[in-house]
């Protein structure tokens, strides 16, 4: 297997972390659906993430990434579709900070770790080798730093 682009590794290593909570997410309803105070925990844990890890991620992808890759290889089809999945993971987010208190978004839960697992998947396999074939290795640099700025600056893991 060929080794990841160097200014793709930051958003990689998010994409890994999103594959665990999908994975958790997958496994709570494995045998059935939680309890309320199970369904609460994932609710919270859902919700953490994506403040701490996605909205940060995104933002690198949606302010930095995508339109550095649409400047030098044109409209994408795949762009517009990846974006769309970030409304509506935003959208879920919103469902699930509303129905905290009587837990009834289990529905919500598990398309949210579904469509996570399958862009994730999506923006490895699909976008992330467009980049690695198709740009030219000065943007290929420049976009690497500007996602590294990005993610430095939004993420508070990072105190930024």
């Keep these: ?6 200014s793709l590794i930051p958003l990689s ?3 890994h972390r999103g ?18 105070e199970g369904l609460r925990e994932l609710m919270r844990a859902v919700v953490a993430f994506f403040e701490s890890d996605l909205v940060p ?40 900070r509303r129905s905290m208190e009587t837990a009834s978004s289990a529905e919500v839960l598990q398309a949210f770790g579904a469509l996570l697992h399958d862009h994730i998947r999506k923006e490895e396999r699909v976008l992330f ?6 740009m030219p290795p000065e943007e290929a640099r420049r976009a690497g730093e500007a996602i590294a ?10 105190g930024g």
Excluded at 22 to 35: E, H, N, Q, T
Excluded at 129 to 134: H, L, N, S, T, V
Aim: proline share 5%.
């Design 57 to 96: 991620h995104f933002a690198a992808e949606e302010e930095e990434l995508f339109p550095i890759m649409e400047a030098n290889l044109g409209r994408l089809a795949l762009i517009e579709e990846l974006r769309e999945e970030h409304s509506r993971f935003r959208a879920w987010v919103e469902e699930l």
């Design 19 to 36: 594959l665990v909570l999908s994975l958790r997410v997958k496994r709570a309803f494995a045998r059935g659906s939680p309890d309320a």
């Design 1 to 6: 297997m060929a080794r990841r682009h160097e």
């Design 129 to 134: 080798p467009i980049f690695e074939q198709r």
């Design 149 to 158: 700025r990005r993610l430095v600056v939004l993420s508070p893991r990072d």
């Design 13 to 15: 290593h998010g994409h």
